[in-house]
């Protein structure tokens, strides 16, 4: 499945952003699906995943529960990740990903889409 993200921006700490990425056909209901980041100089890190189907069950890395929600649509072939409370070390590329099997480890997910640049400002 073919993946690309979109809605990153500049925005101040303490703001919010909605993080969405479309799938390119109707097999994306099947797909567990995750959002990482990462930031310069640092590795790649699991933000959200949500799994596959209807089930809707969720992980989230500790620093972002509470201020994250991920969620998908189905009908729309669409994953968002809704951020709140934007903290200066959220600051990072985004990249949501579909994986066969429901975790948050990068070695799950075999699609990536292409990235989108959140900056927050302190």
Same mark, same amino acid.
């Given at each position: 499945v073919?993946?690309?993200?979109?809605?990153?921006?500049?925005?101040?700490?303490?703001g919010?952003?909605?993080?969405?990425?479309?799938?390119?056909?109707?097999?994306?209901?099947?797909?567990a699906?995750?959002?990482?980041?990462?930031?310069?100089?640092k590795?790649?890190?699991?933000?959200?995943? /949500? %799994?596959?189907? #209807?089930?809707?069950? +969720?992980? !989230? @890395?500790?620093?972002?529960?509470?201020?994250?929600? /991920? %969620?998908?649509? #189905?009908?729309?072939? +669409?994953? !968002? @990740?809704?951020?709140?409370?934007?903290?200066?070390?959220?600051?990072?590329?985004?990249?949501?990903?579909?994986?066969?099997?429901?975790?948050?480890?990068?070695?799950?997910?075999?699609?990536?889409?292409?990235?989108?640049?959140?900056?927050?400002?302190?």
């Open positions: 073919q993946l690309q993200a979109s809605g990153g921006g500049l925005v101040q700490a303490g919010s952003l909605t993080l969405a990425c479309s799938a390119s056909d109707n097999t994306f209901y099947m797909y699906l995750g959002w990482f980041r990462q930031a310069p100089g590795e790649r890190e699991f933000v959200a995943a /949500i %799994s596959g189907g #209807n089930e809707g069950a +969720t992980k !989230y @890395l500790d620093s972002v529960r509470g201020r994250f929600t /991920i %969620s998908r649509d #189905n009908d729309k072939n +669409t994953l !968002y @990740l809704q951020m709140n409370s934007l903290q200066p070390d959220d600051t990072a590329v985004y990249y949501c990903a579909a994986a066969s099997i429901f975790g948050s480890a990068p070695r799950l997910y075999n699609s990536w889409g292409q990235g989108t640049q959140v900056t927050v400002s302190s």
